[in-house]
């Protein structure tokens, strides 16, 4: 597998599904519906979901899609690689019009995102990671993120990223017992970003969050020497399991 023509096909497909999505972004016909699971769907989501899986396929790799689920485990229980797609990760916040919304998509390998894609169509952020190394583009240059420096729970003044959306009362209690935290917030992925970007410490995740929701940041936090380990075990999140629901997990600098 060549991983940097891979990483290079995957930047193409986000970049051209932003340019779907603030299309739609920028009109008045957002089409929003709801889905089985009564969370929102738009025109942007579809739009994008088209113009991602338009590029990727020519890899040639089995594609699993937020917009495209429907594989039975079955079939998919068989790949080796694949590619794992959020069209639009954020639509609440699309919705909402505050720009905190992004294109995800992650080359998964034996269960483990390997490559990632997570790029941003308001700011035209890209970030990306192949081999162990994490990169920005912001503003027409392309930047290499450092890795982090190990961090403790233990610790005073710890930077929690926390969610407007999401906030459940086991946030609430992890948070409580830590010393003198400080909060940070974000939609979609851009709260594993502010991780890769050196902005937060530490992401307690303990509310629902499907595989194609974390895939691409996982494998870019992963790249810069952050964990993203299961709740209460000693163990990364997995891909392409049977049931594409991830455990409550906790993003850490370790």
């Not at 080796?80 to 390998?109: H, Q, S």
């Not at 610790?155 to 946030?171: C, D, I, K, Y």
Request: with cysteine; proline share 5%.
């Amino acid at each position: 597998m060549n991983y940097s023509e891979l990483n290079q096909i995957a930047i193409k497909a986000a970049e051209l599904a932003c340019k779907e999505i603030l299309e739609v972004y920028h009109s008045n016909d957002f089409q929003a519906e709801s889905k089985d699971d009564k969370s929102p769907l738009t025109l942007a989501d579809m739009r994008a979901h088209t113009s991602i899986v338009s590029v990727l396929k020519e890899t040639g790799l089995p594609i699993l899609s937020e917009e495209g689920k429907k594989i039975p485990y079955e079939e998919r229980k068989q790949w080796e690689y694949f590619w794992m797609v959020d069209p639009l990760d954020g639509t609440k916040e699309f919705l909402k019009r505050n720009g905190e919304f992004t294109v995800n998509i992650a080359l998964i390998y034996n269960q483990k995102p390997i490559l990632g894609v997570v790029a941003v169509p308001v700011s035209g952020d890209v970030f990306y990671a192949a081999e162990e190394k994490a990169f920005l583009k912001r503003n027409g240059q392309t930047i290499v993120l450092p890795k982090r420096s190990p961090a403790s729970l233990t610790q005073s003044g710890l930077r929690v990223v926390a969610s407007r959306s999401h906030m459940s009362p086991e946030t609430q209690d992890f948070i409580d017992v830590l010393k003198d935290p400080s909060l940070v917030s974000q939609g979609s992925s851009l709260k594993f970003m502010l991780l890769a970007e050196s902005k937060a410490d530490v992401y307690p995740r303990f509310a629902p969050t499907m595989e194609w929701d974390t895939a691409a940041a996982h494998a870019i936090v992963n790249a810069v020497g952050i964990s993203v380990k299961q709740k209460d075990r000693d163990k990364e999140l997995m891909y392409n399991k049977e049931d594409l629901l991830n455990p409550h997990f906790i993003a850490l600098v370790e």
